[in-house]
């Protein structure tokens, strides 16, 4: 009795919060959409007997199977740190991203082959119940592509200076997304062109820090503060949710194959051309594998601990400076990672004279470091040590061991 | 994008070879690859592969078979995927960078997971194809597959052979960026690294230890759960498995049962004609290999989403909080992740009181994290800070909070090339900073005065 009530207030509570999320909302009306639509097509399969409904039934399974993945990620998604994941869940967001990227690329391979083989053999297709059902997924899957068409673009572009300056002047809130994204072009070509990082990011510091809306038009306005509702993206990486970009992706091959079964269908009824079916197939095929490549390239990177080279050369060049702090001797080590789109994590070894105060010297490398602004504080960890000249400092310890010295507590 | 396209202000990525020409590239490439163990046993099976590809492809379209044209077919994606698993593997034993500065390690259990769900997928491709044959029965043709099949069968057995040994190489801890602090503690610790059973034997007879202190508070612990520490020691001697390999292994052992499945048929469709036989020994072959294969996806998939055990953080954390109690120290924060085969990466900020001595806790905290959990020192990042209310005067110049993580980012960022707005104030601090610190030739008296004088400044 309790266990079972246990699970129901569990179900409630996981449903709650699928609801609560805008991203999985969405997908999970379209799983179950999905799964309407495949029992459906299984039960007319199954009736009429037709192979080729069949495969497209099967083919419904493999979409359910990756919306299944994309939601459970989404759903995750949202969870604070873990003593199981210290950094929270951020990367399952690119695993499911890459997963359905991978997904696809096989399909793509898949369809290939039989395509090849179809051109060899002839197989008669029952037109008319092919022709309804694949109209229907195309509508179903239409609206999908409707759905996930924002792809979890909620984030804010870090902008250099000069443009927000104008913009704080003019300030106008209601800009368009496409004048948005020229300028960010422009802003990169501006950035590579003039290797004047430092300056830009100096100049950032200036402009002030306002509340920023959450509506995606207020674009380069105004930088966000670093809170969760609106975190910036780092320079170099995409600014959309990975997650819904790879279920989109799988969402418009789907409606790509129902448009080439439909193309199929009508030419074969009225020319009788067999020979077009396989042939749509591998276009859309080769259309799929080279839209979704980046996708995989780009979630393969992070996972490889990628950094853009842009913010590689900034942390380059705060560490250049962080040698000029007073006091420190060197900087032995220094790793920098991308944990998501949003977030940059790095750790620093510093080696400091002996007659320093270690936690001024430490505030001041922080500070330097922090001058690529990508860093929220948390994030980066300094450690700082004492240049050792000979084996002293494990002779102290030695001595107070053997002899039960407990003087320098 | 920009960035993908290699624009040369930023390109601090040193591509490997350059200058060089194409021959002495690839002839570079190629002593690499017959260097290490796993790219070379890759390598000998792609070009097998290849080979029997091109063959098959030719006596298909001789025969005009299609059978055998389906055939040569899925024996270019298992050379596709073949070729992938190469690259990832030479890809990993690539030096650092400024961009990859944990290195090119983490490919191999990324292409493990991609392996993985290519299976899954042609997994549920033969469970497809099985039950349309179940339901909408298609006879079957079997011209010439019994040969075809046993040559394929005769390659992956070979494959299986290959890849039966899927360890991951031991990489010796050289890194190209040293830490010039601890290399000496690394010198006297390597005797203490790979000997973990040792280390209940040896008492005393190590003169050199930097560690007597902590052995002997270590093996306190350890007398009283001696079972659980040997079962411990026993898990760490276990070798650990290289990811890429297992993604390939279970292509072949897919490809073996399939040939194995299409002998059977054929076999019973000659002599019996039960044509059922295909479509039945098909799903079962699809559920197995879909079964077989999840292990692999679970485990990198959890790797690469820094997934770790909790009960080995709350042991760590144990450890460092038991050696930390001495000097009145606490965990303030503690994160760790795992690069690819058991190496792991912790991140850790202490609080700590002024007077403490941060060497002694940062070498104590190392050694024993290597000791014990085999993590390399080159692997743990210590921040020590601590709450300083008398510094808090000071701080306003620098506009930043005391306590925590030096948040604000705003006003530390004031914080220009010159550090300062005043010069006295610049003079204050290096004063302070250079201020001279206690040593040993003060007595006790000297140590405790100097100890007050601290606190007023």
Known sequence: MFSQKGQITKTRFMFKRLISDKDSVRIFIFLILNIIFMFVEFLYAYLSNSLSLLSDAFHMLFDCVSLFMGLIASYYLKFPPNEQFTYGYNRVEFLSGFGNSIFLICVSFIVVTEAIERFVTVHTIDTENLLLVSVLGLLINVVGIFLFDDRGNDKQQAVPSSQSQNQNQNQTKFKSQDQSQKQNQKQDQSLIKNHKTLELKANLEKSQKKPSNKSNNVFSNQIATKSQNNPIVLPGMNGTNENIEGIWFHVLSDALGSVAVVISTILVKKYGWYWIDPLCSIVISCFIFISVYPLSIRTSKVMKQYVPPSLSHGFNKAIADAKNVPGVIDISDSNIWVLSNTVLIGTVVCIVDEECDLQLTRKMVRSTIEKTHYFEPKNLTVQIQRQSKSLSLINDLNQRTEFGNDKEK | ?457
Request: glycine share 4%; with cysteine.
């Open chain 2, 1 to 457: 994008m920009l960035d993908d396209l290699g624009f040369k202000s930023y390109e601090t990525r040193p591509r490997q070879y350059k200058n060089l020409t194409l021959q002495t590239q690839i002839s570079k490439i190629f002593s690499t690859i017959m260097k290490h163990s796993d790219t070379r046993r890759i390598f000998l099976f792609f070009l097998i592969n290849l080979s029997f590809m091109f063959v098959e492809f030719l006596y298909s379209i001789l025969s005009d078979s299609l059978t055998l044209l389906s055939d040569s077919f899925h024996m270019l994606f298992d050379c596709i995927s073949l070729f992938a698993g190469l690259f990832a593997s030479y890809v990993s034993k690539l030096p650092r960078n400024s961009n990859y500065t944990y290195g090119y390690s983490r490919i191999e259990p990324l292409s493990g997971f991609a392996n993985s769900i290519f299976l899954v997928c042609v997994g549920l491709l033969i469970l497809r194809e099985s039950i349309e044959r179940l339901i909408i029965s298609v006879t079957v043709k079997t011209e010439r597959l019994f040969v075809v099949s046993i040559i394929g069968l005769v390659i992956n057995l070979i494959g299986m052979y290959l890849f039966r040994d899927r360890t991951a190489e031991t990489k010796k801890s050289s890194k190209t960026k040293k830490n010039p602090n601890e290399s000496n503690n690394d010198v006297e610790s390597g005797k203490f690294s790979g000997d973990n059973g040792d280390q209940f034997n040896k008492r005393s007879g190590d003169n050199d230890s930097t560690s007597i202190g902590i052995k002997n508070y270590v093996n306190f612990d350890r007398h009283m759960i001696q079972n659980k520490e040997i079962e411990k020691v026993k898990e760490k001697n276990k070798k650990v498995v290289n990811d890429n390999l297992e993604g390939i292994w279970f292509h072949v052992l897919s490809d073996t049962l399939g040939s194995v499945v299409v002998i059977i048929s054929t076999i019973f469709i000659d002599n019996l004609q039960w044509y059922w036989v295909d479509s039945f020994c098909s799903l079962i072959l699809s559920l197995v290999i879909i079964v077989s294969v999840l292990p692999l996806l679970i485990r990198t998939f959890r790797l690469l989403a820094h997934k770790q055990d909790p009960a080995l953080n709350a042991n760590i954390q144990n450890t460092i909080n038991k050696l930390i109690l001495k000097y009145h120290c606490s965990i303030v924060d503690y994160k760790s992740w795992v690069i690819a085969n058991n190496e792991m990466v912790i991140t850790i900020h202490l609080s700590a009181q002024k007077n403490s001595k941060k060497e002694q806790i940062i070498q104590l905290i190392k050694q024993s994290l290597q000791n014990e959990y085999q993590v390399k020192k080159e692997n743990i990042t210590i921040q020590i800070q601590y709450f300083d209310s008398h510094l808090q005067n000071l701080s306003n110049n620098f506009n930043s909070t005391t306590y925590e993580y030096d948040s604000n980012v705003n006003s530390n960022n004031k914080i220009n090339n010159n550090y300062f707005n005043n010069k006295n104030q610049q003079n204050q601090i290096n004063s302070l900073i250079f201020r001279k610190l206690p040593q040993k030739q003060f007595t006790s008296i000297g140590v405790s005065v100097n100890n007050h004088l601290e606190n007023w400044i």
